[in-house]
């Protein structure tokens, strides 16, 4: 029987992320190993088939291999470092969060009033956690990679393999944290649209109050709530993303340092540069002469 990291290779053939046939799952590949470094990751399950990530947040390392699993129940940048093994690429398994689904299967949960991971209270708000590879996830999982192998499979079975995992996340540890994702009036719940639309709007003015409104909370709730969830301040988030997007476009897409501070947010080129610097540890423009030099 092939591996999970045999099933994935044949579908991850550039480096970076690769879509596959069943939507909302895709097939990462890395052949180098990297250091720390910022990243914006999206909410959902990354499961590793060869190699090991580490995810560096609030002082804390999350790290993840093939014996766990990765859940990110709301979009989240932090810093992140990979290792690639000796004998081939890093390949994961990557499963964006289909909310419709976690929905009923939460209804489920709730008729057949299911104990355990899922229906524990959640003291605690988890915008990202590491739970093991059971057995049962395991086979889940290679039958979802499976599926991606074969245009005909992956149609007609990809939703339901995809729900199969989602199962298998819920029942797991820190169950209870993707619940809240659909439960009214948790704090994932009311702060999950109002991250997206950071997200999705990141270059444009955002104003706190606004956000806090679109959380429907006080802006005081709002700072304490996002803080808690989000290990930094509303203004740190935004702040973090914006730079993070600009050095990949300075990295990935050899913009300008001016046309990038304007492409995510900034008016003032000059503010631009000073905060890259000291978010950064080098100016903007040491990232452009780096790419000209590889080049």
Known sequence: MPTLAQLLAPLAATEGYNPTPIEGVGVYRSNETTGREPLCYSQGI????????????????????????????????????????????LLSLVMDLDLSALHELVRIFDECRQTGGANAPSLNAHTLYVAPATRAFNASVVRLAEALNDPLAAKALGPGLKKELLLHALRGPNGASLVDLVRHNTQL??????????????SEPLDVEQ???????????????????????????????????ARELLSDQGVKVSQAASLVGYESASQ??????????????AVTMALQTTA
Do not use: W
């Open 189 to 202: 719940s009311r702060l999950e649209p109002v991250l997206k639309h950071v997200h999705a709007h990141f």
């Open 46 to 89: 990354i499961i590793m088939a060869q190699g090991t990530k580490r995810v560096f947040l609030d002082n804390q390392v999350y790290e993840y291999n093939p014996d766990n699993y990765l859940v990110l129940t709301l979009p989240t940048p932090a810093d992140c470092e990979a290792i690639t093994p000796p004998d081939g690429p």
């Open 272 to 285: 631009f540069s000073r905060e890259f610097k000291r978010f950064y540890g080098q100016p903007p423009q």
């Open 211 to 245: 956000l806090a409104a679109l959380a429907n909370m006080s802006p005081a709730t709002f700072h304490r709530n996002f803080r808690q969830v989000a290990a930094q301040s509303p203004i740190q988030y935004i702040k973090r993303i914006r730079l993070t997007r």
